[in-house]
């Protein structure tokens, strides 16, 4: 299991990004796999929600990845501080719609299963489950 918390900026949900490609290259998921590829992917929106819509002045995320070889998946979860809920995804009326909206989205569309949780103390764990044999993800970070 890998653990960190990280600040709600937007340099946090880079790194976000950036540490958990190393962590799954450190567990045997290389660099630019689709897997790995993937789970980046799927990190980045839910940081990037966490940051954007869950944070709260003065409170940092938590990131936690877990790589469950006998269950075939990578969980990814964010928590951040926010008690609101993510509204489940709806397809975007405008693709093109520059206010972005479309981060759930890819996130349902990439793992195979995803939801929300109540943690301990204040907000919530948004988390993902992502397959390791994951075929290419249609969009390379």
């Known amino acids: 299991m890998f653990v960190q918390r990280l600040s709600a900026t937007r340099l946090g949900a880079r790194l976000a990004r950036r540490l958990a490609v190393h962590q799954l290259d450190l567990w045997g998921v290389p660099y630019g796999s689709p897997v790995s590829d993937t789970v980046a992917l799927v990190v980045a929106e839910l940081s990037a929600n966490a940051v954007l819509h869950g944070r709260v002045p003065g409170r940092d995320f938590a990131l936690r990845l ?75 970070v």
Request: glycine share 10%; aromatic share 2%.
């Open 66 to 140: 877990r790589c469950d070889r006998a269950a075939g998946v990578v969980r990814v979860e964010v928590s951040d501080t926010h008690p609101s809920h993510p509204e489940p995804p709806a397809p975007a009326a405008d693709p093109a719609d520059p206010d972005g909206g479309r981060g759930l989205l890819l996130v349902s569309a990439l793992a195979e299963r995803w939801g929300i949780t109540d943690r301990t103390g204040p907000g919530k764990t948004v988390w993902a489950e992502c397959a390791l044999s994951a075929p290419p993800c249609p969009l390379r």
